[in-house]
């Protein structure tokens, strides 16, 4: 890898994702704010905080099963709002159209992205469109960005997480990656994976109700291998997680298995690791199941001083292994 | 030109791209907020109004006489927020880049982006960084979003401005243009002709405190002639402007006459166009002209209910002829 030039690895999610992003961007952007490095930036306005969120979406393919670009762009950012504890309120919608492309396919995009909009409770307010030469991107590029609002007090914090604290996820992993990729290199699983795309923000603003919630975060670009990773460092803690305790759909599994891909590192839409002190656990994952999008919800694992900055997986053998942060580029324009 | 495909107009800023938003974009997003088209949305948080706006960037070449595509993405979203009335605060930063892009070439467009943040007085506070395979993307695409808070009870919109009303431009047109394209073929023009990128956010503060303006707005893709075009049909009203009050350099001039470019369409990215009530005119055209960026305002025309809709422009010859909207693509990828 020529490390003086962008790799599909600086996009991975992972850990030169990680690099680039201390070397480049805190680098030169740095400020209290980005650091904090949430998955929105949480903003003094007045008397008010608000929530501040972007991504760009550049899925391929466009259309797959249980979504679409569009659908990602509005849930992508609607997620990221709602793991940092705000209710979201407004997106923006930036579109990075090829020369060509289809104006019938941009209307059922924009047609998802009101959708979803409307289940999510959010507007989309503001937006931009650009058109390149053909051959000069892929199709469409779509950005959004958000805007939340912190309607209690509670704050999230990743600093808060204590050892003892539980370690919930609130479905089956892997879903949306195995979805993308079985459609892109045009595989049929008999099992019909579909992504798990979908906004949470109700389901987790139910959550952050019952109270107990520490920190909450989406595994996205990734897969919850990498989400635990990132939590285990930010907090100085150790996170040890029970392999036998993972929702995973069958379908999941057997396309792991056939594709050799580790289901911990698979890109999740619609799903949340969510760290709850110990007490509140029980209600916690009660509430989550009560949910359409949390029926699954179950603690994996538990929050331990032992093993500073590291996540082990507990095996069904009964072994104990380091389950590192993602190296390289495992699927690329996944989200 | 095939109509069911994207074509290079529906991004020039011109009648295609007003048709394609409406057509698609306010059919299917469609709420009170978006539509008022403003360059930011004016959005309420409580008790307070915040200013929210995004645009992608995908100037080519990205680097250009007098700025750089992390210049531009500040100072346009800053632009953005400014012209909307608004203090700018936060941007976010998301960047889509093609792999094999240089590291180096990244650092210098984030070192950019964090100087004219600091000089524009806004944080990055959030970000977002995809890669895309190489062929998929051409180098680097960068989104700013941003929010801007309203410190005062003045409230611009077009539907406040009232015939009459005089038409003020900052400074010089088409140098951004004309800068970008120059770069991009490989013509030299022996005056030099550098963008005019930057941020008017202190100047525009300055003005309003004036008081008596009415509307701005930042004259980008499409130019002078189609921002007051817009303004025009908005409000229902005409404009007339003077040709020999329009401020243009020897440069542009010039090299509009060799390509064959009305200077009335070339892109602007540190220009406002300012709608005033008479009576403030003179001492805003002044307060501009104390600014290092609006030491050539200058009032260009005036607004009338005689040719609702319409813009006209008074020649040096003296004869009138009616300025169209841009229709089709003149200068794709100029921001």
Chains 1, 2 share one sequence.
Not at 252 to 276: F, M, Q, S
Not at 297 to 321: F, H, M, S
């Amino acid at each position: 890898m020529n490390m003086e030039k962008i790799s599909l690895s600086h996009g991975s999610g992972g850990k030169m994702m990680h690099a680039l992003i201390e070397d480049i961007f805190f680098k030169h952007f740095g400020n209290d704010v980005l650091k904090e490095a949430g998955d929105s930036a949480c903003l003094a306005l007045g008397t008010k905080n608000i929530a501040f969120t972007t991504d760009s979406f550049v899925v391929k393919p466009i259309f797959f099963p249980g979504g679409d670009i569009g659908k990602l762009a509005v849930c992508g950012t609607v997620n990221d709002l709602a793991v940092s504890g705000a209710v979201p309120k407004f997106i923006s919608a930036a579109f990075i159209i090829e020369e060509g492309f289809l104006l019938s396919e941009l209307e059922v995009i924009a047609a998802s992205m009101r959708k979803w909009s409307d289940i999510s409770a959010v507007k989309i307010v503001t937006g931009d469109t650009k058109v390149v030469e053909k051959g000069e991107a892929d199709g469409i590029f779509i950005n959004t960005a958000g805007i939340g609002t912190f309607e209690n007090e509670v704050r999230l914090g990743i600093s808060s997480i204590k050892a003892g604290d539980k370690v919930i996820v609130s479905g089956t992993i892997g879903d949306h990656g195995i979805a993308v990729l079985s459609k892109r290199k045009g595989l049929e699983f008999e099992s019909g994976i579909m992504s798990d795309c979908r906004p949470l923000n109700r389901m987790l603003h139910e959550a952050l109700g019952v109270g107990g919630v520490r920190f909450m975060r989406d595994p996205t670009r990734g897969g919850l291998a990498t989400t635990l990773n990132e939590i285990a460092d930010k907090a100085g803690l150790g996170i040890v997680i029970n392999e036998e305790s993972i929702p995973l759909s069958d379908g999941v599994r057997g396309a792991c298995e056939i594709l050799g891909l580790d289901p911990l590192y698979i890109a999740n839409e619609g799903k949340a690791v969510i760290i709850a002190e110990p007490s509140s656990v029980k209600e916690l994952v009660l509430r989550l199941r009560e949910n359409e999008y949390g029926k699954e919800a179950v603690v994996i694992g538990e929050v331990t001083k032992d093993i500073q900055g590291k996540v082990v997986l507990r095996t069904r053998l009964g072994t104990r292994r380091f389950i590192d942060m993602l190296t390289g580029e495992q699927l690329p324009r996944i989200c």
